[in-house]
């Protein structure tokens, strides 16, 4: 019964914590600027509100959709003879892929957003990492709604996890790697005089 949920529920909070992170990296470069009135909106707890209010969004849908129409096990007696597919059946059609709409308008959102931001200065570039990483995000999970609606059983659930994986290893290395490449192979550039010569430039 649980088992969409508890998947579709962390990967909100993670698409709502990018979406937060890609919104503050729009905003630190705006309160650079001499008489912004962007600087009120600089802290945690902008990032903190969308990230409250975007899964708080996802976890009503969920309560609902659990309410009304739950998933249940369900055995699949036509598909492969002389077998008994048990298998989920996620109960509302329209429950699940809200579920799964959500998380990717929050991808696509981030995507976006961070797409227009990512000719920020290089003190700012951590905009074209997040697009790159949402890239591969979407990427994946697109790929992956053909195969998991060819699929049945236990392959069904392989398929999801593949998805869940490999999105979550693409956001990883896009997010992290260049900044684990500096740390490990250029020290030298990890100073704030390195930074703010960056930002002057």
Known sequence: MLQQVT???????????ILAKTIMVFIAFKATRP???CRKWVGVKLPNTVML??????????????????????YDMDSYPGKIIIQCNEGSVIGFYSMLGYMGFLAAVSFVLAFMVRTLPDSFNEAKY???????????????IPAYLS??????????IFAILTSSAG????????KLYILLFKP??????????????
């Not at 998947?7 to 914590?17: H, K, L, M």
């Not at 790159?132 to 790929?143: E, K, Q």
């Open 130 to 144: 997040i697009t790159f990483s949402m890239l591969v995000f979407c990427s994946v999970w697109i790929a992956m």
């Open 7 to 17: 998947f579709g529920i962390p990967f909100t909070i993670s698409a709502s914590s």
């Open 53 to 74: 209010f975007c899964s708080s969004i996802q976890v009503m849908n969920c309560i609902l959709w659990l309410s009304i129409s739950p998933p249940f096990p369900e």
């Open 171 to 178: 956001i990883l290395l896009c997010m992290f790697s260049p």
């Open 35 to 37: 008489g912004s009135s």
């Open 151 to 160: 699929t049945r059983g236990k392959y069904m659930v392989a398929v999801e």
């Open 188 to 201: 030298e550039l990890n100073t704030k005089k390195t930074m703010l010569g960056k930002r002057m430039l």
